[in-house]
């Protein structure tokens, strides 16, 4: 465990585009552990002539962000860098001390990662109607169950703000964007509660979006539908 007065460099490797990313820059912020950024784009947004840091290439498994260095240790993929970073730094933390609570934070994260990314990212890269209708039902059905967890807690999984909303933030951050490409879901009362609190923490300043970033995400995505319905000959 690093004690206050020795800490590690840290350094992510991430952009904000990437909604994996988003989670440990909120948490590095929301933690207030000091730390680089190398910006390493997606391939999809890489600009013609980057290069990846060679650094990143060594020790990221998979290609992917975010990848985390603290000292000279490596982390790659979002919810075990979140993870590490408890097990790595006492202030702050976003898992609470009791193994109870410690369990639904994990469970409710991973229930985000999986039934809430998935239709959100379902949501930008569907290519028709229906695609993009079913995904974002899901995704309006997800924030629901996300709802009932905050109906009588303040946060996702208890009194304090934990890795969970870590994971969720990145959702949060995007809602304008996937509104306009195709999310028609009305945002839950008790998850549009649960949204002010979160505008109100530390990390949020760090991650959230302007309008110029909304912009670009549906730009991008625009873009890809038109290119993937040219290719089909729609
Ligand atoms: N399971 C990983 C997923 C990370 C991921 O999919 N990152 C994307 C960017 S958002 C990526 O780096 N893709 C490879 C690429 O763009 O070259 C996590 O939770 O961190």
Do not use: K
């Not at 997606?42 to 990221?60: I, K, L, N, Y």
């Not at 919810?79 to 409710?108: H, M, N, T, Y």
């Not at 239709?119 to 109607?129: R, S």
């Amino acid at each position: 465990m690093t004690t206050p007065d020795t800490p590690p460099p840290v350094t992510l490797f991430g952009h904000w585009i990437c909604p994996y990313s988003v989670r440990v820059s909120f948490a590095l912020a929301e933690r207030r552990i000091a730390h680089e950024v190398v910006v390493v784009p997606p391939t999809a947004v890489r600009p013609p002539g980057f290069v990846v840091p060679p650094e990143f290439v060594e020790h990221s498994p998979r290609g992917e962000i975010p990848m985390l260095r603290v000292g000279d240790a490596y982390r790659a993929d979002s919810l075990p860098i979140l993870d590490w970073l408890e097990e790595q730094f006492d202030e702050r933390p976003l898992l609470p001390a009791d193994a109870a609570g410690r369990s639904r934070v994990r469970e409710r994260t991973a229930w985000i990662d999986s039934h809430v990314f998935t239709p959100m990212i379902g949501v930008y890269y569907g290519t028709d109607v229906e695609r993009i209708a079913r995904a974002s039902d899901a995704l309006a059905a997800a924030l629901g169950e996300m709802g009932a967890w905050v109906e009588d807690d303040p946060w996702l999984a208890g009194g304090a703000p934990s890795l969970a909303e870590a994971a969720a933030v990145p959702v949060y951050v995007r809602l304008g964007a996937l509104a306009r490409l195709g999310f028609t879901g009305a945002l839950d009362r008790r998850v549009a509660g649960h949204l002010d609190r979160c505008r109100g923490l530390e990390g949020w300043a760090h991650v959230a979006w302007t309008d110029d970033q909304n912009d670009e995400l549906v730009g991008r995505f625009r873009r890809y539908r038109a290119d993937v319905r040219a290719a089909a000959g729609d």
